[in-house]
């Protein structure tokens, strides 16, 4: 058991930058246009930081938080199909099931200040703050530890900016990369005053319009994407690039903070590339006979509607040809959804009855509709459920685009093959990955096209399988250049900094290539068991409930749709 009240060595800051990647940030810092960033690569450890399969960042951010892969944490997706139901729910912090690693710096007695760091909403009771950001459902809602912090903010440096598409969202290159900047300083101002007037020993915050804005820009980055429009990449290319030079000296900034010798990770969640079609993964299966509809009359109005191309991603077309901007924002909200779910074909006119498999998830994770899993389960558990499996991942694998031949799917996973825990049985049944995601498969909750494969709409870039990690402070071999580094691995590697030994629990592994021989020889790592990690260090037990209220939910979803996360 760790005690308590021991003098941590030094303190750790953790800074995120969402969906960050080398093949951006290192030209431009070689270059000389991110000095924060280049003096940090010079004088650190750098390397590129594999992800979670699919590269979703609520899974991903969990694994960062306790080291750990789904299937021991739970957290597979922003969202899950609720157990015992047909009804989809949305992730929060009561539904993580290990421990962070930042309970254990606690449990040495040293404090911790978290700043819009994901999955960390509802806030929960902690040795130190948090302030939560993504997910949180408005302002009105309790996103502090202690509650009195928040007011507290809102006196010192403005109401925290939880949201980057608060206001009306431009479709204007030079406006939308303003008001992410405007959200990151707004960000960045709480994170300045609490490391200025809290104490703390661990510090992690985390930049979410870096992911935003690849999503949104990249095919004016990519002269190679479909989309590329020369003039546009001319007119706002400086602006991009200003944008990223600002996010470089805002990190300066909190670096600026920090005590000279603060351990520091830069890090993201994942990878970003080029973006050009969609797989829609339950359109699929049901042309596969895997997924049925119901046969009531609206539903087969819906359904000779759908066929005959009466889809929600058609009247979003038509809407982004008339510049109805603000129609379509009302459209995907409260009232509007509603309205689109009774209109046009959706998982309420599916035939659970008949259904065997069904997508839910960011990246079409493919879920298998079993006896006594399901409400209306029909697939028998063993040798009936292996046979579809086999099915569905021999058929996926076969799927070519019918535009260039390319394969669509790169590999099929079955869940026992890339998770291990005790969470297993909440992971999907199987799991879809594009190599380099040029398609993106999506499970949405609503069947939004009636092609299987098209271009995309709206967005350019999306999530890749490698992100960043550098690592930078007391023992780090500067110029180091790391290799085989996983999203896993943070947790471990800031303990050992920081002196502390690591929790069993833990798939990750310290990054002991990033240290100069002389630390390691000095600190040998050192493992051990805890009640602590049986526990979850007082989180809930991820039974799959859900402690939004209804509005709340369809809050959180509506965040979610904004960065194109689900339909």
Not at 164 to 178: A, D, K, P, T, Y
Not at 270 to 281: E, P, R, S, T, Y
Not at 297 to 323: C, D, E, H, Y
Request: with cysteine; charged share 20%.
């Amino acid at each position: 058991m760790m005690r308590r009240a021991m003098t941590l060595p030094r303190k750790a800051l953790i800074i995120g930058l969402d969906g960050a990647t080398w093949d951006l940030l290192m030209p431009w810092a070689q270059a000389g246009h991110l000095p924060t960033l280049a003096r940090l690569v010079r004088e650190g450890a750098h390397g590129p930081l594999m992800t979670t399969i699919p590269p979703v960042s609520a899974s991903a951010w969990v694994s960062f938080a306790t080291g750990a892969n789904p299937g021991v944490h739970g957290i597979f997706d922003f969202v899950f199909p609720k157990p015992g139901s047909t009804e989809i729910g949305v992730v929060n912090v009561t539904l993580r099931g290990a421990p962070p690693f930042w309970s254990f710096i606690e449990a040495a007695g040293g404090q911790v200040g978290l700043v819009s760091v994901p999955i960390t909403y509802p806030p929960q009771p902690i040795r130190g703050f948090t302030v939560c950001g993504f997910l949180v459902p408005n302002q009105a809602s309790p996103y502090t530890y202690p509650p009195e912090l928040k007011e507290e903010l809102r006196r010192a440096v403005g109401p925290f900016p939880l949201h980057e598409f608060e206001g009306n969202r431009s479709r204007h290159v030079g406006r939308f990369l303003e008001d992410m900047l405007r959200f990151e300083r707004g960000r960045t101002a709480a994170v300045l005053y609490l490391m200025r007037h809290k104490p703390w020993d661990l510090f992690a915050c985390v930049f979410k319009t870096t992911d935003t804005v690849q999503h949104e820009v990249w095919h004016l980055l990519d002269p190679t994407h479909p989309r590329h429009d020369a003039a546009q990449a001319a007119e706002f290319g400086p602006a991009i690039l200003r944008y990223y030079q600002e996010i470089d000296a805002l990190v300066g900034r909190i670096l600026a903070e920090a005590p000279p010798e603060t351990f520091v990770v830069l890090m993201s969640d994942h990878g970003g590339g080029a973006f050009h079609k969609f797989f829609h993964v339950n359109n699929w299966l049901a042309a596969q006979g895997l997924l049925h509809f119901k046969r009531t009359p609206w539903s087969l109005v819906k359904r000779a509607l759908f066929r005959a191309g009466v889809t929600p991603v058609n009247a979003l077309r038509l809407v982004n040809l008339l510049r109805l901007g603000r129609l379509r924002k009302n459209v995907k909200r409260g009232r509007g959804r509603g309205l689109l779910r009774r209109l046009f074909l959706s998982f309420d006119d599916v035939d659970w009855a008949r259904t065997r498999a069904f997508a839910v998830g960011n990246f079409g994770q493919i879920y298998i509709n079993v006896k006594g899993e399901r409400p209306q389960g029909i697939v028998a558990p063993g040798e009936e459920y292996e046979r579809l499996r086999d099915r569905i991942i021999a058929a996926a694998l076969a799927l070519r685009d019918p535009q260039t031949g390319e394969a669509v799917i790169r590999a099929a996973y079955k869940r026992e093959e890339i998770y291990q825990g005790p969470r297993l049985r909440q992971a999907p049944d199987i799991i879809l990955h594009t190599d380099r995601a040029k398609y993106v498969s999506f499970g949405h909750a609503d069947f939004g096209s009636n092609r299987l494969i098209e271009p995309s709409i709206g967005q350019t870039g999306h999530h890749q399988m490698e992100g960043i990690v550098l690592l930078h402070g007391p023992g780090i071999a500067p110029g180091t250049v790391l290799q085989g580094a996983n999203i896993m691995d943070i947790a471990p590697t800031v303990l050992y900094a920081l002196d502390l030994p690591i929790p069993a629990i833990m798939d990750g592994r310290p990054l002991t290539a990033a240290f100069t021989p002389a630390y390691l020889a000095a600190h040998p790592v050192q493992r051990f068991s805890s009640p602590l990690m049986e526990k979850g260090a007082g989180e809930g037990a991820a039974d799959g409930r859900e402690d939004y209220t209804a509005e709340e939910h369809d809050q959180v979803m509506d965040r979610l749709r904004d960065l194109g996360y689900v339909a």
